[in-house]
């Protein structure tokens, strides 16, 4: 089951993008509906760097807790240059 990434309901607005203009003629000659066709990419695109930065926050996570466990049993590294 695919995890909605965006509002589809919100609403839309103008954009100013920079875009190669061969490309966006070639694109609208295929299409009668451009931002359609650019918004699905753009969701895939979207979704998949919040797929990512959320593997890397439960990694992040991971790794804390186990270096927790570490410190907790058998102090921290620093301990044996700690002049306090």
Do not use: C, W
């Not at 589809?8 to 295929?30: C, F, Y």
């Not at 695109?45 to 991971?62: C, D, G, P, T, Y």
């Amino acid at each position: 089951m695919a995890i909605a990434v965006y509002d589809r309901s919100a609403p839309k607005r103008a954009l100013t993008q920079s875009i190669n203009v061969d490309l966006v003629v070639q694109a609208r000659e295929l299409t009668s509906n451009l931002s359609a066709h650019v918004e699905a990419p753009f969701a895939a695109f979207v979704a998949e760097k919040k797929s990512i930065l959320e593997r890397n926050r439960h990694e992040l996570q991971r790794a804390t807790e186990e270096s927790t466990v570490f410190v907790r049993e058998h102090g921290s590294f620093a301990d044996e240059f700690s002049t306090l």
